[in-house]
């Protein structure tokens, strides 16, 4: 990661961990290491795609890692896989809103209704190479070695580009019904005046959700049902006088998945699918660190209107 390094990525971790994390989780712990230290440690990972066993030779070997972090000793890789075993989504979900808290307060332009997109990508469970899996495919003629992968729903705030909310399941799945539960979140975070998604989240209940009961201005494209069909309520307004120049600002929330599928990790690592989505969730939580600690990294020229 050349833009920011491990201590001051680790020292911002540690500082939102503080504030959403108690010390110790019951007063018979061991008090060797706190929770704020753990979750650090965890985003710590997500943040350079370590594996647990990484995580400890990598601690053992950076003095001033460890210094940041305040540990007096490194923890054993078993000792970060039980936390994450017992770390709720809650938990996640408080410190990703702890780093939209600190995100939006260092913003001139914090007080403005944010305008957010809706968007999924798939994350991998594992970190077998695609070129393999089509190489196995290709030669051997037998079927994929997986037929499921990870889906990482998130809405994102566009104009400053980090996540409000997040969601992951196992894909392939259609996560319409599911475009009010993470908006809700993100509008938990921030006041929303645009949502924009595609097609996948087309639905009337939908846009009157976010209509109703945000008072936002939602934008989807009416692609579900042939042509033919007569529609009505917003989504025939879609059809009818489709504003294609709010729209074009939905690319950015590819840009945030780029940015952190290149930048920190495209795979979701575990055996279990609990276990996946709650690396996914701390990739998303990482991102979010990333983004704190760097806030002006994602300065970008655009034509689009500055006003809805």
Request: charged share 25%.
């Given at each position: 990661?050349?833009?920011?390094?491990?201590?001051?990525?680790?020292?911002?971790?540690?500082?939102?961990?503080?504030?959403?994390?108690?010390?110790?989780?019951?007063?018979?712990?061991?008090?060797?290491?706190?929770?704020?230290?753990?979750?650090?440690?965890?985003?710590?990972?997500?943040?350079?795609?370590?594996?647990?066993?990484?995580?400890?030779?990598?601690?053992?070997?950076?003095?001033?890692?460890?210094?940041?972090?305040?540990?007096?000793?490194?923890?054993?890789?078993?000792?970060?896989?039980?936390?994450?075993?017992?770390?709720?989504?809650?938990?996640?979900?408080?410190?990703?809103?702890?780093?939209?808290?600190?995100?939006?307060?260092?913003?001139?332009?914090?007080?403005?209704?944010?305008?957010?997109?809706?968007?999924?990508?798939?994350?991998?469970?594992?970190?077998?190479?695609?070129?393999?899996?089509?190489?196995?495919?290709?030669?051997?003629?037998?079927?994929?070695?997986?037929?499921?992968?990870?889906?990482?729903?998130?809405?994102?705030?566009?104009?400053?580009?980090?996540?409000?909310?997040?969601?992951?399941?196992?894909?392939?799945?259609?996560?319409?019904?599911?475009?009010?539960?993470?908006?809700?979140?993100?509008?938990?975070?921030?006041?929303?005046?645009?949502?924009?998604?595609?097609?996948?989240?087309?639905?009337?209940?939908?846009?009157?959700?976010?209509?109703?009961?945000?008072?936002?201005?939602?934008?989807?494209?009416?692609?579900?049902?042939?042509?033919?069909?007569?529609?009505?309520?917003?989504?025939?307004?879609?059809?009818?006088?489709?504003?294609?120049?709010?729209?074009?600002?939905?690319?950015?929330?590819?840009?945030?998945?780029?940015?952190?599928?290149?930048?920190?990790?495209?795979?979701?690592?575990?055996r279990s699918l609990r276990m996946q989505v709650r690396q996914a969730?701390?990739?998303?939580?990482?991102?979010?660190?990333?983004?704190?600690?760097?806030?002006?990294?994602?300065?970008?020229?655009?034509?689009?209107?500055?006003?809805?």
């Amino acid at each position: 990661m050349a833009e920011v390094g491990l201590l001051p990525f680790a020292g911002t971790a540690l500082q939102v961990c503080k504030a959403v994390l108690p010390r110790y989780r019951t007063r018979f712990s061991k008090h060797q290491f706190t929770q704020p230290q753990l979750l650090a440690i965890l985003c710590l990972m997500r943040y350079e795609d370590w594996t647990f066993r990484e995580a400890e030779v990598r601690l053992g070997e950076h003095r001033e890692l460890r210094q940041t972090l305040g540990l007096s000793r490194v923890p054993d890789f078993t000792t970060l896989y039980r936390f994450l075993q017992r770390l709720e989504d809650q938990t996640i979900d408080r410190a990703v809103g702890e780093t939209v808290r600190r995100l939006r307060s260092t913003h001139r332009k914090a007080r403005r209704r944010a305008r957010v997109a809706a968007d999924a990508t798939g994350l991998a469970q594992g970190a077998v190479s695609t070129f393999f899996v089509r190489c196995m495919h290709h030669h051997g003629k037998n079927p994929l070695p997986w037929r499921y992968w990870l889906k990482w729903v998130v809405v994102a705030d566009l104009d400053q580009q980090f996540l409000l909310s997040q969601t992951a399941r196992r894909g392939p799945w259609n996560d319409c019904a599911n475009l009010p539960a993470v908006v809700e979140a993100a509008s938990a975070q921030t006041r929303i005046g645009l949502v924009l998604a595609d097609a996948e989240f087309d639905s009337e209940r939908n846009h009157t959700y976010i209509r109703r009961k945000l008072g936002a201005q939602s934008v989807i494209p009416a692609k579900r049902g042939k042509k033919t069909w007569h529609i009505h309520g917003v989504r025939a307004e879609m059809r009818r006088s489709f504003p294609q120049h709010l729209y074009r600002r939905r690319a950015l929330i590819e840009t945030v998945f780029s940015s952190v599928k290149r930048k920190l990790s495209a795979r979701a690592p575990g055996r279990s699918l609990r276990m996946q989505v709650r690396q996914a969730l701390l990739l998303g939580l990482s991102f979010n660190l990333y983004r704190l600690r760097h806030r002006y990294l994602f300065l970008r020229m655009s034509t689009e209107p500055h006003s809805i």
